[in-house]
């Protein structure tokens, strides 16, 4: 009987160090349908695996080596031609990931990538680095988008608890829903403020979801972003932010938004190689 994977995933350059044994699987997303400014990053899961590839993923302050950890890629989804299908198919290859017990980390693509795949958990905790809170109720007469799909899901989903980490730009109409919904928002401007570089102890619960948009850095740091907001992380904040979650049990993640189009000297793809790599070591030692 043929699986969703076959279905739906097609071949593409690989990260795999591992097997169908792994405890670690890669899957790309290349969507960008619903992007509101710079589209392009249906490009990110090649441009990143390459940059995963060819940088050393070797993190000397949690002292692991990722290159040893066996990860299985199983390429890019496709048959999609809008927002449904890409839904469609996220939802039916997720759904089947996470019942066999495996953490999916995902490559993206917008930030609608991770709707899908949230949908298919449940008792977890979500943590989201975020430059936007991405909870606007439609953008550009858009239900359902990269700007409202947290909106969304927190609208069928009211019990989930939500960590959103790192965000300097929203409306108003996004910060009352987040407070209505009891979303713990911890701004850039909290982060500093407070000198925050640890979250671990913030979060309450012990298995977890993380999402990285990586325009939750500053623009200087991550050009090659669909929509950059000036003023946001550097590197060692968002990369100690995400050391700091060492120890809670990480049932999947996924990075997105980088978009190689926009990408001086593909800076941005080997800053969300490194996000992705430190990812893959808090999803393997606990």
Request: aromatic residues 10%; contains cysteine.
């Amino acid at each position: 009987m043929m699986s969703y994977r076959e279905l739906f995933i097609s071949p593409s350059p690989k990260i795999s160090t591992g097997n169908e044994n792994s405890k670690v699987y890669i899957m790309g997303i290349p969507f960008d349908f619903t992007t509101s400014y710079r589209p392009g990053s249906r490009f990110a899961p090649l441009s990143v695996r390459q940059a995963y590839w060819n940088i050393e993923i070797v993190d000397r302050k949690l002292n692991v080596n990722a290159e040893k950890i066996p990860v299985f890629d199983l390429g890019d989804l496709s048959f999609f031609s809008n927002s449904d299908e890409m839904i469609n198919s996220a939802s039916k290859v997720s759904k089947e990931i996470f019942s066999a017990n495996k953490v999916l980390g995902t490559i993206g693509g917008e930030h609608l990538v991770t709707y899908p795949i949230l949908n298919e958990l449940n008792d977890v905790a979500l943590v989201v680095f975020d430059a936007h809170l991405d909870m606007r109720d439609e953008l550009y007469g858009l239900k359902i988008s990269h700007a409202t799909f947290l909106r969304r899901f927190l609208e069928k989903n009211k019990k989930i608890n939500v960590y959103h980490i790192g965000s300097h730009t929203f409306i108003d109409e996004e910060i009352e829903f987040a407070k209505s919904r009891g979303v713990n928002v911890f701004t850039y401007y909290d982060i500093n403020a407070k000198m925050l570089r640890s979250i671990k102890n913030i979060i309450k619960e012990e298995k977890i979801y993380v999402s990285v948009d990586m325009d939750v850095l500053d623009p200087s740091c991550a050009p090659g972003v669909a929509n950059p907001e000036p003023e946001g992380m550097n590197y060692q904040e968002l990369f100690d932010l995400i050391r700091s979650l060492k120890g809670k049990e990480i049932v999947g993640f996924d990075v997105v938004e980088t978009n190689p189009l926009l990408d001086p000297s593909g800076i941005t793809s080997i800053a969300a190689a490194k996000v992705l790599s430190l990812l893959i070591i808090n999803s393997s030692v606990v």
